[in-house]
């Protein structure tokens, strides 16, 4: 039995999920005419209190559709270091809308009020790339899983208002703060001007994201979406996987953060976690050293069939989700005390 903890995008459909795709009624969804596809898009705006949705296969295409539907070449993007839009949609900020970027550096992915507003050119300058975008990350992925206060949220939305900024979150793990932190998806919908969704991640389905935002707004971004070569036909056998996602496996993520605290407070008691990040979420980043690096530490896992991703020199990742059991969890935990 392997127990992979690289991500949670590992993740199979389960039994009742498959059932559910089988099941799906479909049409085509470049024509707008697949009935699974308009449902799901509903649903999820509905959940946040958007005017409309549109789903694409990847959370990095929403992303990317967001950013470039929000600029114009040329303009400037605000982010933090770590964000996975700068880090892993390789260079597609300037390869797709051909902007420049931006970087905070923040707290574990996450940035203030103050640093943002610190960040925007000045419009009048000439000289200045154009700031039109702020672009925010929650959960934090390289931050360790981490949640954003939402009351930060409300003061980088009055900034975004003031220095007409469009504001988008990258919310790929969305649910896990919503869940964590005990918040209402509505809120979120009033604050950014678009937000992105991965159903492929803790919520289980196979693929795809759902991107949000106001109907003139969905309209543009399914103009780009066709452009990108992200215009799919029968898609609703994949949408009735999200919509069962979104139905099933919401507040079932409050097991995968406590079997994150579980193993994060396991790590943090050998001599060769140097430092573990707060396990907010469903993901565990621990600083190593002394007896291992994070790869032989990996290795060390591996032969024990536990994987998990040494994401830097010194940093280990275990991403927690639903294809892992309670069993899985506590051989993990006796594989760490025996270390
Ligand atoms: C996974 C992820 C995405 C999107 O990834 P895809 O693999 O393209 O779906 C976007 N942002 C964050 C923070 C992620 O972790």
Redesign the pocket.
């Known amino acids: 039995m392997i127990i992979d903890l690289r ?1 949670d ?1 590992v993740t199979k459909p389960s039994p009742g999920m498959l059932q559910a795709m089988f099941d799906a009624k479909v049409g085509d969804d470049v024509f707008v005419e697949d009935p699974t596809v308009n449902q799901l898009e509903t649903l999820c705006a509905n959940m946040f209190g958007m005017e409309a949705a549109i789903f694409c ?7 990317q559709i967001a950013i470039k539907c929000h600029t114009q070449p040329g303009d400037e993007v605000v982010c933090e270091k770590l ?3 700068y880090q ?2 390789g260079g597609g900020i300037a390869f797709n809308a051909g902007c420049s970027v931006r970087l905070i550096d923040g707290d574990r992915g996450r940035v203030t009020a103050r640093q943002v507003t610190e960040s925007v050119n000045n419009k009048a300058d000439v000289h200045k790339a154009q700031t039109t975008l702020v672009s925010l ?1 929650n ?3 390289r931050g360790g899983g981490s949640c954003y206060d939402f009351e930060e949220f409300n003061k980088i939305k009055q900034v975004c208002a003031q220095q007409d900024l469009a504001l988008h979150l ?1 919310g ?2 969305i649910f896990n703060a919503i869940v964590a932190k005990k918040e209402n998806p509505l809120h979120y919908g009033q604050v950014f001007n678009s937000i ?1 969704v ?1 159903l ?2 803790g919520l289980g389905a196979p693929v795809g ?1 759902v991107l949000l935002g106001k109907k003139a707004f969905i309209a543009k971004a399914r103009r780009i979406r066709k452009v990108f070569g992200g215009g799919m036909r029968q898609a609703g056998y994949l949408a009735a996987a999200g919509i069962y996602a979104l139905s099933n496996n919401i507040n079932r993520l409050a097991n995968d953060h406590a079997h994150a605290l579980a193993i994060g407070e396991a790590l943090a008691k050998k001599d060769f976690a140097l430092e573990l990040l707060p396990v907010e979420t469903n993901i565990v980043i621990c600083n190593i050293g002394g007896r291992y690096t994070a790869a032989s530490l990996a290795a060390e896992f591996k032969r024990h069939d536990i994987l998990t991703i040494a994401i830097a020199p010194t940093q280990i990742r275990l991403v927690l989700h639903l294809d892992v059991t309670p069993a899985m969890v506590e051989k993990v935990i006796a594989v760490v005390e025996g270390l």
């Open positions: 991500s995008t296969p990847s959370g990095t295409m929403t992303n964000s996975h839009i892993y949609e990350e959960t934090g992925n990258d790929a793990r992105s991965c492929s991640k994201s």
